[in-house]
T-cell receptor, first 113, second 114 residues
Framework: AQKVTQAQTEISVVEKEDVTLDCVYE???????LFWYKQPPSGELVFLIR??????QNEISGRYSWNFQKSTSSFNFTITASQVVDSAVYFC??????????FGSGTKLNVKP | NAGVTQTPKFRVLKTGQSMTLLCAQD?????MYWYRQDPGMGLRLIHY???????AKGEVPDGYNVSRLKKQNFLLGLESAAPSQTSVYFC?????????????FGPGTRLTVT
């Protein structure tokens, strides 16, 4: 079965705190892709990052970083020095091919000033 | 480029009524998708299309029909709306090959069925 689990339903932090959003996935495929999307209060879905199953290098983009570990089937997302504008629902997703795209249930991040 | 657009943004239907949601993309993408988003459930794929004139069922297709008569448009139809179809509907598109791995989403349509 293909599955994406985001166990944290909602997280609240105070501005400037670091926060990590967890994502655990299940797949038997050797080739797959993992994604993070952001859904701000306005409702649109914004693509943040894509990782393929052969590339376990961590990635950093400004205050955002991603930790991909195949050994634990995890693709965690860390926001450093969080800001109020980071408040959103974040979705982790797994893609096998063009028609097999599985989303987690999302983690709502509240960043308080 | 407008990207992916959806019409309408909001709609209220009575049980049994029908309606069509329109999705349009100007990126010349081959693949298009319709999802629904319900609280606590993430996004679930309703139908998708891999090219003009083709459609296929996703995870939750019952109660919906789709058509892709033109490459840039993907229509989602509800023939007889039910309260269980109250949801936010997102359209997405993607390219082919390595360039098409991520999906680009429209702004969503909030549908309420009373």
């Amino acid at each position: 079965a293909q599955k994406v689990t985001q166990a944290q339903t909602e997280i609240s932090v105070v501005e400037k705190e670091d926060v990590t959003l967890d994502c655990v996935y299940e797949t038997r495929d050797t080739t797959y892709y993992l994604f993070w999307y952001k859904q701000p209060p306005s409702g649109e879905l914004v693509f943040l990052i894509r990782r393929n199953s052969f590339d376990e290098q961590n990635e950093i983009s400004g205050r955002y970083s991603w930790n991909f570990q195949k050994s634990t089937s995890s693709f965690n997302f860390t926001i450093t020095a969080s800001q109020v504008v980071d408040s959103a629902v974040y979705f982790c997703a797994l893609r096998r091919n063009f028609n097999k795209f599985y989303f987690g249930s999302g983690t709502k991040l509240n960043v308080k000033p | 480029n407008a990207g992916v657009t959806q019409t309408p943004k909001f709609r209220v239907l009575k049980t049994g009524q029908s309606m069509t949601l329109l999705c349009a993309q100007d990126m010349n993408h081959e693949y298009m998708y319709w999802y629904r988003q319900d609280p606590g459930m993430g996004l679930r794929l309703i139908h998708y299309s891999v090219g003009e004139g083709t459609t296929a069922k996703g995870e939750v297709p019952d109660g919906y029909n789709v058509s892709r008569l033109k490459k840039q448009n993907f229509l989602l139809g509800l023939e007889s709306a039910a309260p269980s179809q109250t949801s936010v509907y997102f359209c997405a598109s993607s390219d082919t090959g390595q360039a098409g791995l991520e999906q680009y989403f429209g702004p969503g349509t909030r549908l309420t069925v009373t």
